[in-house]
């Protein structure tokens, strides 16, 4: 009676470090027989795992960065929309406070000669001896609160024309600054978005260089290609094996031949 004999090979070299199983042991598939060591493959898979954790962490730091950025820019995008809305706001509540403020000065031009007109009459009066002083120094004293009325008038309008003028020269600079900024975050999006394309290409090459010492280090652990038994070893523990050098010889105890011979 004869089985499917099977030699396992490896892709990867190395020192036999464990030996688990022996000849006329049965072993199901995928079940490990040997495990190789080899310290350069080892060293290599430590090195690109470090690797790739820094480029990983570059890379989202680079994509914090673009974010970022990307946020500045549509924040100032957002106070230049708001300006571009406010400023002429603010030349129209200008213009308003002016014409406001000259109404006032006109009232109160009114108030105060109208204030005169009863000062000289109540002098009048007392001339002839039909006023009393009282309402002569009352009439004098409601005629300089009307002056100082005029004079607070007169200076809120002043007041008034020089922020309207400041509104209107303002109005062109302050929005040539904001755009200003924004071409200016905008170019560091631009900064920003490659320098995160390049640590992202920078995080895949060290991921799959990762992967691939990955692979080579579990290459050094040789399993069973299928269900049997162990006829042959090939190898001791401690031994140096080779890639493709053959190790156990697995006989498959799914399918058997029987000889007869008559």
């Not at 070299?13 to 060591?37: C, M, P, T, W």
């Not at 000289?120 to 002083?133: C, N, P, T």
């Not at 094996?241 to 008559?262: E, I, N």
């Amino acid at each position: 009676v004869e089985g499917d004999q099977v030699r396992v090979s490896t892709r990867g070299s190395g020192r036999v470090a464990e030996l688990l199983r022996r000849e006329g042991e049965a072993v199901k598939v995928g079940e490990v027989l040997i495990r190789l060591e080899d310290a350069s493959t080892t060293a290599r898979l430590a090195r690109a795992t470090e690797t790739a954790a820094v480029a990983k962490a570059k890379a989202a730091e680079a994509q914090a960065r673009l974010g970022s950025a990307r946020s500045r820019v549509v924040a100032q995008e957002a106070i230049l929309a708001l300006l571009r809305k406010e400023l002429p706001i603010d030349v129209e509540t200008t213009d308003a406070s002016i014409k406001a403020a000259d109404a006032s000065v006109k009232a109160a031009v009114a108030l105060v000669e109208s204030q005169k007109v009863e000062v000289a009459r109540q002098r009048e009066a007392r001339s002839r001896g039909v006023g009393s002083q009282s309402d002569l120094d009352d009439a004098l004293r409601q005629l300089v609160l009307m002056e100082d009325n005029v004079s607070r008038y007169r200076t809120e309008k002043v007041k008034a024309e020089a922020d309207h003028r400041k509104a209107r020269e303002l109005l062109p600079e302050r929005l040539k600054a904001r755009e200003a900024e924004l071409a200016t975050l905008k170019d560091a999006v631009t900064e920003a978005a490659a320098a995160e394309a390049a640590a992202s290409a920078a995080e895949r090459e060290a991921t799959a260089a990762r992967d691939e010492a990955q692979a080579h280090v579990r290459e050094l652990t040789v399993v069973a290609p299928v269900s049997g038994v162990v006829t042959a070893r090939m190898v001791n523990p401690g031994e140096q094996v080779g890639a493709t050098q053959p190790l156990p010889q697995v006989v498959a105890l799914d399918r058997l031949y029987m000889h007869v011979y008559l």
